[in-house]
């Protein structure tokens, strides 16, 4: 019965990858969660993907009047906007990966990038509600 061994391996390979799935979509559902849960405050809140090193975490992110939340299962975080040094949405992440739909929403704060992918609907959100600019810059000339 040397099939026996064979198709035991079969079947947890199969039980590892439907595990897999099932889990990568209910991160999904409960980042959806997080984005009702904080549209009623929010000025934009959509989906994101939050770019770590070769990572890439699904995230809800919100921006209220003072402050960016980016948040999911695994993780709550936010940045208040009069921390953050610089904004740019670029169609390359930081390390230089090409982003195949969408843009790259970079943030600079105390010397840290928070790199989030944004699909090219949300980025036109974004750059509306919160414009690229450099703290360096004359205030006066950025979009509001």
Known sequence: MPWLGTITVVG?????????????IRVKDLVEEYVKRRSASSRVVSRADLVEGMQRIP?????????IFYECPDLQASLELQRIEE???????ATG???????ALRLRAHGHTFEFLLDSET?????TALPPHRM???PAAQAV
């Open 12 to 24: 947890l390979v199969v039980l590892v990858a439907l595990v897999v799935l099932f889990l990568r």
């Open 59 to 67: 995230v809800a992110l919100a921006l209220t009047d003072d402050t």
């Open 87 to 93: 904004v740019e949405y670029d169609d390359e992440t």
């Open 97 to 103: 990966q090409h982003v195949p739909v969408g843009k």
């Open 123 to 127: 980025a036109r959100k974004w750059q």
């Open 136 to 138: 360096d810059e004359d």
